[in-house]
């Protein structure tokens, strides 16, 4: 399984945007690029997904660089409801398996 | 919809116990899945099912067995407790599209605690 590498923690401000960057460098060509976040004592929850293009949704916005070894997650306007831990994980829906690599993720401090 | 919820939401264990947790979901997804959570870790996936009737390993399948005798169920079980199995336990849901997009919905986790 292709690996993804992130930074352990950030901080952002309130009402500023973030960007959460992640590294894949053995990337393959069907592997989608998936984020989710774990609020503090809950389940993760689905954040975007992309392959090639940038992607928008209510959430998030989602930038994959132009070689897709790596990508960045971007909040547009941080809230204290977005401190949470962010993760970057790789997904091949054509490998026939259904496992999510999570790693350990990047925790986001939003300071007030 | 309730959506994913988990069975029980806590337990204290003492080693050599077992105990059933249980995770249902109202949202008729195919696929269920079992992770485990360490203090400061990401999630590991213990054990996964596509359908009603199957299962299969997944990263750290040792000490758990698991049963999908109905679709909206997912049972995991620990026959013989031990304290490395202290965890918090996340069940999750994904539906079928075929295509790259199962996004999984998550319970709010079971913590268990094996003295």
């Known amino acids: 399984d292709a690996k993804t590498t992130q930074p352990n923690s950030m901080e952002s401000n309130e009402e500023e945007p973030v960007h959460l960057p992640c590294n894949h460098s053995t990337i393959s060509g069907t592997d989608y690029i998936h984020w989710y976040r774990q609020l503090p004592s809950q389940g993760p929850e689905y954040v975007i997904h992309g392959l090639t293009s940038n992607v928008n949704n209510r959430m998030a916005s989602l930038a994959i660089a132009e070689d897709r070894k790596s990508s960045t997650l971007i909040l547009h306007r941080a809230t204290l409801r977005d401190a949470a831990v962010y993760y970057c994980?790789?997904?091949?829906?054509?490998?026939?398996?259904?496992?999510?690599?999570f790693g350990t993720g990047t925790r986001l401090k939003v300071l007030a | 919809n309730a959506g994913v919820t988990q069975t029980p939401k806590f337990r204290v264990l003492k080693t050599g116990q077992s105990m059933t947790l249980l995770c249902a979901q109202d949202?008729?997804?195919?696929?269920m899945y079992w992770y485990r959570q360490d203090p400061g870790m990401g999630l590991r996936l213990i054990h996964y099912s596509v359908g009603e009737g199957t299962t299969a390993k997944g990263e750290v399948p040792d000490g758990y067995n698991v049963s999908r005798l109905k679709k909206q169920n997912f049972l995991l079980g620990l026959e013989s407790a031990a304290p490395s199995q202290t965890s918090v336990y996340f069940c999750?849901?994904?539906?079928?599209?075929?295509?790259?997009?199962?996004?999984?919905?998550f319970g709010p986790g079971t913590r268990l605690t094996v003295l």
């Open positions: 949202m008729n997804h195919e696929y």
């Open positions: 999750a849901s994904s539906y079928v599209t075929g295509g790259a997009v199962d996004e999984q919905f």
């Open positions: 994980i790789l997904r091949d829906p054509t490998s026939g398996t259904y496992k999510y690599i």
